[in-house]
């Protein structure tokens, strides 16, 4: 029985020690304290992994990504050659023990290093990889957009752009707003609303315990209020006027002075004395 208990008690340290080892050295070795901030942003992405081919003229090369994961060894991209005589050519792209991690809004960059050497071009420098990681709903993208760079003498590199929730780092899962500022309409409505809601309370607060008005009266300047829908249509009736104005009539009625009375004399009856 204390055979088994130490047995049991030796397994669990081996598979602790594992589990250390794996968690030192398989993830990514960064710089800096941010770095390794913006490296816990990656971890949803652990055992995920993106395997994409791409067609040249006479090459078909397979690219597999892990992300602060090795692929094998410390390789965090490896890139396979598929050839008709079914040879395999492999390289290493780049190396996560030489890893870097920028962040944007809505994309993360994060680039290996010190991959194999070119053998005849790029000054024979180590490979290098960036991948970006751009917003998506989803977590991870199947498909990479490859490219090249390595018609240079010097800082070649390949780039891998890959969709990934991730990479959402304003909250957002769509990718296509961003931490955009306010546009001149919506700081204009803003401001508008503000100074309604403003004058509708302070207004409302002078008429009711300045003035001491009850009721609709509270409401302020409710006379002009009310009086403006018919401001309103009295202008819209004399802009927009569809109605025939009335011509003055060709005649004229009965009046005082085809009686032959004398308009100053009916004025001045009433001052006649009264016998």
């Given amino acids: 029985m204390l055979y088994k208990l130490q047995e049991m008690e030796f397994t669990l340290l081996f598979l602790c020690i594992l589990r250390f080892m794996h968690g030192v050295l398989g993830e990514c070795t960064v710089d800096s304290d941010k770095e ?3 490296r816990t942003l990656l971890e ?6 993106v395997k994409d081919v791409k067609l040249t003229e006479n090459d078909e090369w397979t690219y597999t990504i892990k992300f602060c ?3 094998e060894g410390m390789v965090g991209v490896m890139q396979n050659g598929n050839w008709d005589n079914n040879t395999d050519d492999t390289h290493a792209i780049g190396k996560i023990d030489s ?8 994309w993360i960059m994060l680039t290996y290093k010190n991959g194999e050497t ?3 071009h790029c000054g024979k420098e180590p490979r290098q990889a960036h991948i970006m990681l751009l917003c998506s709903s989803k977590l991870i993208g199947s498909k990479a957009i490859i490219e090249e760079n390595n018609e240079k003498e010097q800082d070649c ?3 891998f ?3 990934s929730s991730v990479a959402c780092t304003n909250g957002s899962s769509s990718g296509s707003s961003g931490d955009r500022p306010l546009s001149f309409g919506s700081i204009f409505c803003i401001i508008l609303l503000t100074v309604i809601v403003a004058y509708i309370f302070f207004g409302f607060v002078y008429n009711r315990f300045i003035l001491g008005a009850k009721g609709l009266e509270q409401f302020p300047n409710v006379a002009f209020w009310r009086d403006l829908g018919n401001l309103e249509a009295d202008g819209c009736d004399f802009i927009f006027r569809s109605k025939l104005i009335q ?16 308009e100053d004399e009916e004025r001045d009856d009433h001052l006649l004395p009264m016998y």
């Fill in 161 to 163: 752009e890959i969709e």
């Fill in 69 to 71: 994961e090795p692929i």
């Fill in 44 to 49: 949803p992405l652990h055992g995920k992994t």
């Fill in 247 to 262: 011509e003055p009539r060709s005649y004229k009625g009965l009046g005082d002075d085809q009686l032959g009375l004398d």
């Fill in 157 to 159: 590199s390949y780039l």
């Fill in 36 to 38: 390794k901030q913006y």
């Fill in 99 to 106: 890893a870097h991690i920028k962040v944007g809004t809505n």
């Fill in 118 to 120: 070119y053998g005849s």
